[in-house]
Nanobody, 121 residues
């Protein structure tokens, strides 16, 4: 049972990245998925969540209007499209799967290893 986050990298302010979260060993079909991030010296924080059934996501105020979470259950993958990136978006991004639709870290049983996003000029 494993989640793999990928797609991070170095991008200039105003640029875009798309992160992917792919599951192996289990199906994401019945799990709510969230993205969290952790910047150096800061606590891990909620970014976005999507229900197991899909539909519109729920976002932290800091990313609302810039980030979009989506899922493709046929590919067992959840995406985070990040546009208009800012310096403050620099962090390690983690995806997490759980049975409860929540913004709380403790609600999620499975975690990916994280992918680094660096916004720099």
């Amino acid at each position: 049972v494993q989640l793999q986050a990928s797609g991070g990298g170095l991008v200039e302010p105003g640029g875009s990245l798309r992160l992917s979260c792919t599951a192996s060993g289990f199906s994401l079909d019945y799990y709510h998925i969230s993205w969290f991030r952790q910047a150096p010296g800061k606590e891990r924080e909620f970014v976005a969540a999507i229900r197991y059934s899909g539909g519109g996501g729920y976002y932290a105020d800091s990313v609302k209007g810039r980030f979009t979470i989506s899922r493709d259950n046929t590919k067992n993958t959840v995406y985070l499209q990040m546009n208009s990136l800012k310096f403050d978006d620099t962090a390690v991004y983690y995806c997490a799967a759980g049975p409860v639709y929540s913004t709380q870290i403790s609600s999620y049983a499975y975690w990916g290893q994280g992918t680094q996003v660096t916004v720099s000029s």
